[in-house]
C-alpha cells in the first residue's frame, strides 16, 4: 500500500470525526450561550444617546461662548444645531418606544 501524499483527497488521508453529533451539539451550546454580556433594552440605549448628545451640546455651548474666534464659533454653532436636531429626535423616540417620561419638558 502507498504512503498517502500529505493534503492529498485519497479518502484514506483525510480525517474522519468519528462523533458528528457530538460537534453538533457542541457548536449549538456555543451558539446557545452567545448572548452578549451587557445587553441593553432599547430605552437604555436612547438614555444613553440622549446623555451622550447632552454632554457635548454643553461642552459645543462653552466652546461658543468662551472663544472669541469667530470660525471656531460658527463650527460649534453647526455642531451644536445638528445635535440638537438629534436630541430632539432620540427625545421623540424615547415617547414611541413607551420607555416612560422620565424626562423634563423642553
Not at 453529533?21 to 440622549?50: D, Q, V, W
Not at 445635535?83 to 419638558?105: E, I, M, P, V
Request: charged fraction near 25%.
Amino acid at each position: 500500500m502507498p504512503k498517502p501524499k500529505p493534503f492529498s483527497t485519497n479518502s484514506r488521508s483525510t480525517t474522519r470525526h468519528n462523533h458528528p453529533l457530538a460537534l453538533i451539539t457542541a457548536s449549538l451550546l456555543l451558539l446557545a450561550s452567545g448572548e452578549p454580556a451587557n445587553a441593553m433594552s432599547e430605552c437604555e440605549f436612547i438614555i444613553r444617546t440622549m446623555n451622550k448628545l447632552g454632554s457635548r451640546m454643553s461642552v459645543l455651548r462653552m466652546t461658543i461662548a468662551s472663544t472669541d474666534d469667530k470660525e471656531k464659533q460658527d463650527l460649534a454653532s453647526q455642531q451644536l444645531d445638528q445635535y440638537n436636531s438629534d436630541y430632539r429626535l432620540a427625545k421623540k423616540q424615547f415617547s414611541k418606544a413607551n420607555c416612560g417620561d422620565t424626562w423634563s419638558r423642553d
